[in-house]
């Protein structure tokens, strides 16, 4: 069974930072096979894409984050990472990691393995 668990949310003041990071848990979970993402949801509001990290290290950003928050990855510890500066408001969200074996795309339908969510507020 694969287990995606992030960590690192929190309450932030608007123009701070926070790291996120994800997890990756499997007994035959080859991670370096995956590609990985980010997606957020706010109260209210439909889950949206933030970012994805191809296999070989290649990004997509949501246009609104591009420039603050940076996609890594570090296949010998099965882990992605968000970077997240200068946040703003309107990033407040439920931040959801996700994997797949396929091509790094922005929907979410296409990602079949999901974490459970880490809560990032930032306080204006």
């Known amino acids: 069974q694969v287990q995606l668990v992030e960590s690192g949310g929190g309450l932030v003041q608007a123009g701070g930072s926070l790291r996120l990071s994800c997890a990756v848990s499997?007994?035959?979970?080859?991670?370096?096979?995956?590609?990985m993402g980010w997606f957020r949801q706010a109260p209210g509001k439909e889950r949206e894409f933030v970012a994805t990290?191809?296999?070989?290290?290649?990004?997509i950003y949501k246009d609104s984050v591009k420039g603050r928050f940076t996609i890594s990855r570090d296949n010998a510890k099965s882990a992605v990472y968000l970077q997240m500066n200068n946040l703003k408001s309107e990033d407040t969200a439920v931040y959801y990691c996700a994997a797949d074996r396929g091509i790094a795309t922005m929907r979410d339908a296409d990602y079949r393995y999901w974490g459970q969510g880490t809560q990032v507020t930032v306080s204006s």
């Open positions: 990290i191809s296999r070989s290290g290649g990004t």
């Open positions: 499997a007994r035959t979970f080859s991670f370096s096979l995956y590609v």
